[in-house]
């Protein structure tokens, strides 16, 4: 059964405040968000992040270095000729948060947390009919699944942006991915880790002022075992049959990271 402690993490994490549970007490405090991570591109370059993985298999020594700090911003570059240790994908992607040389934040059961950044998406980064993931959250260590993905999915025909929970394969939501390309986007994300029916995320995109979409899920799985681990950059197949694969970029600035405390 649920506690009560536990009630609470799992309302803010799909409504933003920690939610009254009727008829049970109250727990001993309030929950309330705590930065733990807020990276500058410019002061921590990629020491931000636990690991990264920068063209692993070497597959294009000419385009290196494919993940690299331009000001402010974190830059994910994708040439059509980068292949992955799997040749039938592209990978350029970053994982974790770290908080100095020796240390990065674990995202353990039990926990929620809140990814906020801002993204740019050029018009070159185009959906696919195959995966192209450009957030995953996942159990660490090399073959593991995807617990979560935001990805870039043509759906009949039409250019859109999506949050799957991969493991139970529920689409969480959905919009169309045209009038958010070239301009920056505001991305909030919310993750209860749980097992089974205890897990919880919130998806909010925002075009300035406008929130663009704001869907929750709630009830089901993302942990596979261990712990949670988020991941950023172009993660694409080459299966894509639309012909939508460019030399491509990604933008990322004013990463932060909060624990629910």
């Known amino acids: 059964m649920t506690n009560p402690s536990r009630r609470a993490l799992l309302g803010a994490a799909i409504g933003g405040a920690v939610a009254a549970t009727a008829g049970l007490p109250a727990p001993a405090h309030a929950a309330s968000w705590t930065l733990r991570w807020s990276p500058s591109a410019s002061g921590a370059g990629l020491g931000a992040f636990e690991t990264v993985e920068d063209d692993r298999a070497d597959s294009h020594p000419a ?8 000001g402010d911003n974190y830059r994910f570059t994708m040439h059509t000729v980068d292949r992955d240790t799997s040749t039938d994908r592209q990978r350029q992607e970053v994982t974790g948060l770290r908080t100095s040389g020796g240390s990065y934040l674990k995202w353990l059961p039990g926990e929620t947390w809140r ?5 740019y998406i050029p018009a070159s980064l185009k959906a696919t009919t195959s995966f192209t993931h450009i957030m995953q959250m996942k159990q660490p260590g090399n073959g593991t699944s995807p617990i979560v993905v935001q990805s870039l999915r043509r759906v009949n025909g039409v250019q859109t942006i999506e949050l799957k929970l991969a493991v139970a394969d529920v689409l969480v939501g959905r919009t169309d991915l045209a009038p958010l390309h070239d301009k920056w986007i505001d991305v909030d994300f919310r993750i209860t880790i749980g097992d089974g029916t205890s897990g919880a995320v919130r998806w909010i995109l925002k075009d300035g002022a406008t929130t663009v979409i704001d869907k929750s899920a709630a009830g089901v799985d ?5 712990r949670v681990r988020p991941k950023w950059g172009i993660y694409r197949s080459l299966g894509d049959t639309s012909g939508s694969l460019r030399d491509t970029h990604l933008l990322l600035t004013r990463m932060r990271g909060y624990q629910l405390v």
């Open 115 to 119: 990814i906020t950044y801002r993204m």
């Open 63 to 70: 385009g290196h270095p494919h993940i690299r700090t331009e």
């Open 222 to 226: 993302t942990l596979l075992a261990d």
